[in-house]
């Protein structure tokens, strides 16, 4: 791990069919463990605590889900502040996709291209 990676790539980067289909075959319970995991990496990279999956969690079944169509745009928001900081390529549209698809319950399809944007992280500084 460089400078620039500050969370293992071992462990930040998945690999988008097995995500999905781990999800689907678990019935949403990897979903769960990769949120979290997204969460985890979204912090290290910006050095904060801006993602809470306990909050995240709470909040989303308290309201319904509203919350986590919020914490959807939030995370991409996030990965935009990310590739900014690093000189990536910037995905500009990432928030209102990850929103758009959270309201029409593609929730998953969100993940996967939040995990898309993720694993260009580890690609794109190490090269």
Known sequence: MSNREPYPASDAIVGIAFGIILTIVTCGIYGLIWQYKQMAVLNAWLGRDDFSFGVWLLLSIVTCGVFA????YKMAKGIIEIQE???M?????????CVVLSLFGLSLVSLAIQQSEINKFYNETSD
Request: cysteine-free.
């Open 69 to 72: 169509v919020y914490y959807e």
């Open 85 to 87: 900081d690093n000189q």
């Open 89 to 97: 390529r910037v995905s500009n549209d990432l928030p209102l996709i």
